[in-house]
């Protein structure tokens, strides 16, 4: 049925009014419908990933603010641009139509233009933005009426925020998934000698109600029954991060292997098909047996790995760049035609301070008599979550068959077939051909949508 131009104009009224009030149509997680409600003076929310655990943050303080006029509220993040840009902007979908007039949001900025890190409502609750990065004694100030963390706080940053509750008998709320968090003054505050709850609610003797939102269909009902399966898809390649991620919990499990997406049909003699790109991963050792590269060949998102080298004794960048051009040379592949190499940045010692890509970029030169290298080796991606995302590429190319690796890749094999992720020890040997692996897959697959969107805090 087509809509006439008036039904039509009163539709997209309506349809502006219900985003502009968002606070009053916005459909909770069950799990934490009763929040705005609960007087509770201490709760900690443990939350699986996607089950909306800073939107519900931004929606409790909101409502808060909006019912009791004159409301001191507090909310801290983890760093200065998500609480503008992330939590600031959850709060500002809440609070538009109730904003004071000197209080606005800038999309891509933050609180008016990110200049500003107080909320302030017509009615005269204020809201203080805060970070996790600034100094605990920047948390100092007047007191609140109710404070929320949207990451596990730091003990100094628990205790000053504490404090400013004390006059008003106020309300500590710490919202938080534990992935990486060494946090086990929180754990022993919030439910001391009790078990761990599995899911729900739960009243612990310390006085602290601890909701723990899993993620499911039921908890995230935003979500369709393809996106929910998509997730669950995208954490099988993180199985180490499954109880955390998933089911909320304190603990990741310890496993027995850390590439299950790895099997035999992954390992294969037969060559790789069509046209390719050659590509090199090199993880520089401080010790013998510790330097490690692979040869590969990559197009799209598969990448076959024709080759390595491990060496058994301690050697020089000349002694390395030589054992990498006979692996090349088994293959015909001229050191010029190589299009992609990345390799660890440790200093090498004993080369006048050079770090040892160029080092062994200079080593290839002088081998190959050239006045430059044949290629460039590239640093590897470093930054926070990389190493976890570079195991989810493998498990999900294993999983996929993306990923194909030649008989005589030995060492390889033993690492994909056993290693527990141990740096140290007998485990901790099959590490470096892994972290090889690793910063070639990828920067050579990584952009690939399917391998990007495994990406993730």
Not at 401 to 427: M, Q
Request: proline share 5%.
């Amino acid at each position: 049925m087509r809509l006439d131009a008036r039904a039509a104009a009163a539709l997209d009224t309506i349809r502006d009014l219900a985003a502009r009030h968002h606070l009053l149509t916005f459909q909770p997680s069950p799990i934490f419908e009763s929040l705005p409600d609960e007087t509770a003076s201490r709760i900690l929310i443990r939350a699986a990933n996607r089950v909306g655990k800073t939107r519900h943050v931004a929606w409790l303080v909101s409502q808060r603010m909006v019912r009791e006029p004159g409301l001191r509220a507090r909310v801290i993040g983890p760093t200065n641009d998500h609480i503008h840009n992330v939590l600031g902007k959850y709060l500002s979908e809440f609070l538009g139509p109730y904003l004071a007039t000197n209080s606005y949001y800038s999309e891509g900025r933050g609180w008016n233009g990110g200049r500003s890190r107080t909320i302030v409502l017509a009615n005269g609750s204020i809201c203080e933005l805060r970070s996790l990065r600034d100094d605990p004694d920047a948390h100092s100030g007047r007191s609140c009426h109710i404070v929320a963390f949207d990451e596990p706080p730091t003990l100094a940053h628990f205790t000053e925020n504490a404090a400013r509750l004390v006059d008003t008998a106020g309300q500590m709320i710490v919202a938080a998934t534990m992935v990486n968090r060494p946090v086990q003054w929180l754990r022993d505050m919030v439910q001391g000698e009790e078990p761990d709850p599995e899911a729900g609610r739960t009243r612990h003797g310390s006085g602290w109600l601890q909701i723990v939102a899993r993620f499911s269909r039921d908890a995230c009902p935003w979500y369709t029954e393809d996106q929910v399966d998509g997730w669950l898809d995208v954490m099988r390649t993180s199985p180490w991060e499954w109880g955390q991620r998933i089911e909320a919990k304190w603990d990741g499990v310890t496993l027995e292997r850390i590439f299950v997406g790895i099997n035999e049909e992954t390992f294969t003699a037969a060559p790789p098909p069509g046209s390719v790109k050659v590509g090199i991963g090199i993880d520089h050792g401080e010790v013998a047996g510790h330097q490690a590269a692979v040869l590969v060949a990559y197009s799209g998102g598969r990448i076959h790995v024709m080759d390595e080298y491990v060496n058994p004794y301690s050697t020089s960048p000349e002694e390395d760049a030589l054992a990498i051009l006979r692996m090349l040379s088994r293959h015909r592949i001229e050191p010029a035609s190589v299009d992609l190499a990345i390799g660890d940045m440790n200093t090498s010692k004993g080369y006048g301070g050079w770090r040892i890509n160029e080092a062994l970029e200079a080593a290839f030169a002088s081998q190959c008599n050239r006045r430059t290298p044949p290629f460039v080796i590239q640093a590897p991606d470093k930054s926070p979550g990389s190493v976890d995302w570079g195991l989810r590429c493998v498990n999900y190319g294993g999983r996929r068959g993306d990923i194909k690796v030649h008989p005589r890749c030995v060492h390889l094999a033993a690492t994909l077939r056993h290693w527990k992720g141990g740096k140290h020890g007998t485990d901790g040997k099959l590490s470096h051909i892994a972290d090889a692996f690793r910063y070639i897959l990828t920067a050579a697959v990584g952009a690939q949508a399917s391998y990007a969107r495994l990406r993730f805090e």
